[in-house]
């Protein structure tokens, strides 16, 4: 049986070097950064959107790095890739659903099975996202628990009743929605 796991998509309201150097302050070191551009292609009727997994599982993915620290710039040829894979997908009958960029930066710590994942994304604004292998045999509500506690223990001030950004569904809609679970 598939383990069913809680990621947090929580909205910040300070800026991005705020939660930088807070994370920074209490030990997590700045490992990975990024811009990345998502493109989601889809044959299906979004309308009536579900959750965010359930969008992702109708949609194919293709992604474009640019590096920032942490990972080279690709090349030339990554951006003519994804442009044939564009044109392959719509020559079978896909139409693109969503089109987003973000800023993810991503801290880590020794002992940390996961990272925590500072995204800015265009259109929906600063979240912190994250979930932890340690906590995933645990029931869904105690999972969500764990993570606030341990996000609550880097600096952050998130509430158990405090609900995170579902990002797919929020493209879909126009307007920003909520769940309690980003992987639902």
Do not use: W
Not at 82 to 100: C, P, V
Not at 169 to 178: A, D, F, Q
Request: hydrophobic share 35%; aromatic share 12%.
């Amino acid at each position: 049986m598939e383990k069913l796991v809680v990621e947090v998509g929580m909205p910040l309201d300070k800026s991005l070097i705020y939660y930088h150097e807070m994370l920074i302050s209490h030990g997590l070191d700045l490992q990975f950064a990024c811009v990345t551009h998502d493109l989601y292609y889809t044959k299906e009727n979004l309308d009536g959107c579900l959750t965010d997994s359930q969008i992702k599982k109708l949609c194919i993915r293709l992604r474009h790095l640019e590096g920032v620290i942490g990972v080279n710039k690709r090349p030339k040829d990554d951006i003519d890739e994804i442009k044939r894979k564009e044109n392959e997908l719509i020559s079978q009958g896909y139409r693109k659903a969503f089109d987003t960029i973000k800023f993810d930066f991503q801290y880590h710590k020794e002992g940390m099975t996961g990272y925590i994942q500072l995204q800015d994304i265009k259109d929906i604004g600063l979240l912190c996202y994250y979930n932890n292998g340690h906590y995933y045999n645990l029931p869904l509500d105690e999972q969500r628990k764990a993570l606030f506690e341990e996000l609550n223990s880097y600096g952050f001030n998130f509430r158990q009743d405090d609900l995170g950004v579902d990002k797919l569904l929020s493209l879909c809609y126009g307007k920003l929605m909520y769940s309690k679970n980003q992987n639902a």
